[in-house]
């Protein structure tokens, strides 16, 4: 009997990369896992079924956290689906890097609407079942570009640094009612991103790192199932980094 037996997990962006080992370690920790995607179902459904080799409950919801209606349509289906609805992990993010002074209108946008607007959007019609519950875990999944900033990401640093304050003021509105809200600020990741990385280009991240070594996605998902347990039942508007000590 995994700490999270009986408890129904969303994790949106949950196709690969981070959201697929956090709804991996959900499932392997006794949840049952909801995995959203905008748009790689079969990318979600391969991890649905690794849920299921595990004897783990898993189902796709394909819809854009950053469209408010689809999100709550959503959401009614999943807690119709599950009868319930106890942790939710706002993953789901975008990048669309640019300095300053190239970057146009409508990558600002999308970077914001997804990540920070699309939070808003999952929280808010999340909190609408764990109010009832009177329990629920709500993790944002941040970045430490949030907190350090990042040549070519004020679009995605910015929408990072906005969620800090989000979760800071939820929190306060739903700690009275068994709900913590808390954020996860990974550092450098091995991803797709960090593979396509030239030799240098690596070891110049390393050095920027005290532990020195690049973060594995298993690291930022032990984080997030440690917040969602009962373990972590007075830890709420906090905001932990899982960086190697790069943001010291």
């Known amino acids: 009997m995994g700490e999270l037996q009986g408890k129904v997990a969303v994790v949106t962006g949950g196709s690969r990369g981070i959201g697929r080992a956090i709804a991996l370690a959900l499932g392997r920790a006794g949840a049952q ?3 959203t995607c905008t748009q790689q179902r079969s990318a979600a459904e391969a991890v649905v079924e690794e849920l299921r080799q595990g004897e783990r409950v898993g189902r796709v919801y394909q819809f854009d956290v950053a469209d408010a209606d689809a999100t709550a349509q959503a959401f009614d289906e999943i807690v119709k689906d599950f009868g319930r609805l106890d942790i939710l992990v706002c993953n789901a993010g975008v990048r669309r890097d640019q300095l300053l002074v190239r970057m146009k209108p409508e990558d600002w946008d999308a970077v914001l609407q997804t990540n920070l607007s699309g939070t808003f959007h999952c929280a808010r019609a999340a909190a609408r079942t764990m109010l009832r519950q009177r ?4 993790i944002a999944i941040s970045s430490v570009a949030g907190l350090m900033g990042n040549a070519g990401q004020v679009n995605y640093a910015a929408s990072k640094a906005g969620l800090f304050g989000f979760v800071k003021s939820l929190a306060r509105e739903v700690a009275p009612r068994g709900i913590t809200v808390n954020a996860v600020a990974p550092g450098l990741i091995e991803t797709d991103m960090t593979a396509a990385l030239t030799e240098a280009q690596h ?3 390393l050095q920027q790192i005290p532990s ?9 998902a032990a984080c997030v199932v440690f917040l969602a347990s009962d373990g972590a039942r007075y830890v709420t508007g906090e905001v932990m980094n899982v960086s190697g000590g790069l943001t010291m």
């Open 33 to 35: 896992v909801a995995v």
């Open 135 to 138: 329990w629920g875990r709500i």
């Open 203 to 205: 070891q110049a991240l």
């Open 212 to 220: 020195g070594e690049l973060g594995k996605p298993d690291d930022v």
